[in-house]
């Protein structure tokens, strides 16, 4: 049965398609205070008042381009628009964000003035010099860490495994969200490039080729289409693909518009598996492909059927799937033994375009946000992808712009 949510709740990998009011009401509150206490620290450190009145006319200027990116048309606008919005609030948000540390680190040094004696200045000096650090370094995953293309090797035992696919090698990509490099193809071209010189036998996409509307893909078709391995390209929708995060004029536009998406993944040469599977053949043995449309938690809309794919779930064929979100394998699949599907390959959650040392906020979110996973019988494997693109902000911080090569071995 499909079902349909008009509106999906915001996450930060997710572009908000409705303000929540809450939420950025407490972030200006936090960034006033900020900008208050950085004010009076200016004006009672520095004689000269240069310092505090360009903090205080940049902090003007700062308000009024969130203002006027909150104003503008997120749903309705055009592909420029939504990059515009992006570039905004990340200006804002990559200043702020580094005014926060500063303060939190500068509030501590007045510590010692509880006990009647002065502030550690070496740790307001920590404060400054982490402030800009913060800034410099989100500005660096905007500019140069995402494109920074990580390819990661990843080997999978797998007893179930045919003898003829000992060694596979299957290239999975996920989430290029092509519409925040605008016509700009160069960095699509460069995935294409690095993807190509993996000697792949199969090259999977996990979906979300898009922003919100089909049209993004339109400047990436060439470069998208000398993509190839041995047994060509496949690919699977993600809930960006389906026009929800856009406003149509009306219903049949929408529709239209996802089927002018398909037409072109076809033009490219990709197959798309729209609950659907192939076999693929190596000598009298074989394997399947199963590629579902989006199946996920809430809010984010159920267009998949497993069943409508591969009726024969049980059988003994060996299976490798294709479903965009990993919670669809956390809520379906893992621990289940009628399911006779040893592989999932996933992608949905971009690692929230953060990750340090292994850790990533999307911790919060997903159990299953990037990497390798197996369930308490190592019967069901899922592989989740933390994405080629952006959405959201445009920045990748650490979680690096992800290309990895799984081979399937047999035990």
């Known amino acids: 049965m499909l079902t349909y949510c008009p509106y999906p709740v915001p996450y930060l990998f997710d572009y908000p398609m409705r303000i929540p009011w809450i939420p950025l009401l407490i972030f200006l509150l936090i960034s006033l205070f900020s900008d208050i206490y950085i004010y009076r620290c200016l004006v009672t450190r520095f004689k000269n008042r240069l310092w505090s009145r360009l903090h205080l006319w940049s902090s003007v200027g700062l308000y009024a381009l969130l203002i006027c990116a909150i104003s503008l048309p997120r749903r309705g606008g055009d592909n420029s628009m939504l990059l515009a919005v992006m570039w905004m609030i990340y200006t804002f948000i990559s200043v702020y964000f580094a005014k926060y540390v500063f303060v939190a680190i500068d509030m501590i040094a007045y510590i010692p003035r509880l006990f009647r004696r002065k502030r550690w200045y070496v740790l307001s000096r920590i404060a400054a010099v982490s402030g800009i650090l913060v800034f410099a370094t989100m500005w660096w995953g905007a500019l140069i860490d995402r494109f920074n293309i990580e390819i990661k090797e990843v080997k999978i035992h797998l007893s179930e495994l045919p003898e003829s696919f000992d060694g596979y090698r299957i290239v999975q990509i996920s989430d290029f969200h092509t519409g925040t490099y605008g016509n700009d193809t160069t960095f699509v071209a460069k995935v294409v490039d690095a993807v190509n010189s993996l000697d792949a036998d199969l090259v999977v996409f996990t979906g979300d080729i898009v922003n919100s509307r089909s049209s993004e893909l339109t400047p990436h078709v060439g470069p998208l289409g000398r993509m ?52 693929i053949y190596r000598g009298n043995d074989s394997i399947a492909v199963i590629g579902v449309e989006n199946i996920g938690d809430s809010p984010f809309p159920v267009y998949g059927s497993l069943p409508k794919a591969y009726p024969e779930l049980a059988d003994s064929v060996f299976k490798v799937l294709l479903s965009h979100n990993p919670a669809h394998w956390n809520d379906s699949i893992s621990g289940n033994h009628g399911l006779n599907i040893p592989l999932t390959l996933s992608g949905h959650t971009h690692a929230m375009q953060m990750e340090i040392a292994g850790i990533s906020p999307a911790a919060l979110r997903y159990h299953t946000w990037g990497g390798l996973y197996a369930d308490p019988d190592s019967t069901h494997y899922l592989y989740v992808n933390t994405g080629i693109g952006t959405v959201g902000f445009p920045a990748r911080i650490g979680a690096e712009p992800e290309i990895t090569v799984l081979t399937l071995t047999k035990n």
């Open 228 to 279: 190839h391995a041995r047994d060509g390209v496949l690919s699977v929708m993600g809930n960006h693909d389906y026009g929800d995060y856009a406003n149509w004029p009306s219903e049949a536009e929408k529709k239209a518009s996802v089927q002018y998406l398909k037409d072109l993944q076809s033009s490219m040469g990709w197959k798309m598996l729209n609950n659907s599977a192939v076999k």
